[in-house]
């Protein structure tokens, strides 16, 4: 089971960044993906869920209206906009699912 998260980066507060996960190892379409986050010194804070198919997704409160979870299921990618960027939105952004994690990658946003 391989994830591998990109797209991460420095961006100023409010603008917008599109995270995306590559899969590999195991059957994509047979999982649902979520996208967690984690501070530094603090615990892994749940973002997103989506289901098998794309069609049932679910975003943490803090990130409704703002973050955006899809798949392609064809390309085994998860893939997670982030729009209206805010300072407590930086951290480690990882993807997951009930096999596994990958590396994250660091999304920092500057005030």
Not at 60 to 79: C, E, L, M, P, W
């Amino acid at each position: 089971v391989q994830l591998v998260e990109t797209g991460g980066g420095l961006v100023q507060r409010g603008g917008s960044l599109r995270l995306y996960c590559t899969a590999s190892g195991f059957t994509f379409s047979d999982y649902s993906m979520q996208w967690r986050r984690q501070v530094p010194g603090k615990g892994m804070e749940w973002v997103s869920t989506i289901g098998k198919d794309g069609r049932a997704t679910l975003c943490h409160t803090s990130v409704q209206g703002r973050f955006t979870i899809s798949r392609d299921n064809a390309k085994n990618t998860v893939y997670l906009q982030m729009n209206s960027l805010k300072s407590e939105d930086t951290a480690l952004y990882y993807c997951a699912n009930s096999l596994g994690r990958g590396q994250g990658t660091q999304v920092t946003v500057s005030s």
